[in-house]
């Protein structure tokens, strides 16, 4: 996980985190995307033949994730949580298998009454952000994690102005 990716994960990643006996490190949480495409240029094999799927060419060169080639997502997790509206029918044209299970949770949906069913929908109304999950860069905080970003607030890590910028929502934003 690496600060540079989301508002969320800036807010989230911790270099390390001990959480009892679990010990949670993010080697590369200070990469920013230009350190991430040098890293990759660097190890990316660059003999000129056909690659075989997730092999290494050479044994330094980095394996080359499809999922992200297709999706420029990583593709992990999938739970839809902050998904835009075409995001499915993205998925369900490279990968079928993994969208049908879906296809189907929003039928049950539908049928089941929910209004906000379909995969990239929210439900009406506003709601509060909370903080991201340690991996995670896009789901909902769990009851009682930590906020990180009012701790770095109230240490002095971040400014108050900072603060409300980047835990201001969608809706504050708009108006």
Request: glycine fraction near 6%; proline fraction near 6%; hydrophobic fraction near 35%.
């Amino acid at each position: 996980m690496r600060w540079a990716e989301t508002d969320r994960r800036f807010r989230n990643a911790e270099e390390v985190d001990r959480e009892g006996a679990l010990l949670w490190v993010s080697p590369i949480v200070h990469w920013t995307d230009a350190h991430m495409r040098e890293y990759r240029d660097r190890y990316r094999c660059t003999i000129p033949h056909q690659h075989a799927d997730h092999m290494l060419c050479t044994p330094n060169a980095l394996p080359l994730n499809e999922v992200t080639v297709h999706l420029h997502m990583s593709g992990e997790c999938l739970c839809g949580a902050f998904a835009k509206p075409d995001e499915l029918d993205e998925i369900e044209f490279f990968y079928p298998h993994a969208a049908q299970p879906l296809r189907e949770l929003e039928r049950e949906a539908e049928a089941g009454g929910l209004t906000a069913c379909k995969w990239g929908q929210r439900p009406p109304g506003s709601r509060r952000r909370r903080p991201a999950g340690r991996l995670c860069g896009k789901c909902e905080a769990i009851e009682g994690q930590a906020d990180l970003l009012a701790e770095w607030r109230e240490s002095g890590l971040i400014t108050p102005s900072q603060f409300d910028t980047l835990t201001r929502t969608d809706e504050q934003r708009a108006a």
